[in-house]
């Protein structure tokens, strides 16, 4: 496993993302409301939404496209839809706020 630094909580505000590549995957990353960092491969599974420019709501994302709505916990689209994105570890460095993913 790889742990990688990819930037800083304090640079993504709540219920906010940001994204970064990771060769040539997009991840997004999300700020939720609780504090928490999720990092989700940022392409939905239905028709390529970019989900970094959906809306956050509670522990899900709603893509942009076409609503579909995706747990950032698990990457299980929620029913009625099917499906599932790549999720990546995150651990936020409680002194300097960094966050680094593990792959």
Not at 11 to 31: P, V
Not at 93 to 101: F, T, V
């Amino acid at each position: 496993m790889t742990k990688l630094h990819v930037g800083h909580i304090q640079d993504i505000d709540k219920k906010g993302s940001r994204t970064f590549l990771l060769g040539e995957i997009e991840i997004a990353l999300f700020h939720l409301s609780d504090g928490s960092i999720h990092a989700v491969e940022n392409s939905c599974p239905h028709k390529q939404g970019r989900l970094s420019e959906g809306m956050v709501c509670g522990t899900a994302i709603h893509c942009p496209l076409h609503d579909w709505k995706i747990d950032l916990r698990s990457g299980k689209v929620q029913d009625p839809d099917e499906g599932c994105v790549h999720t990546y570890n995150t651990e936020v460095d409680p002194a300097s706020g960094a966050i680094y993913i593990t792959f």
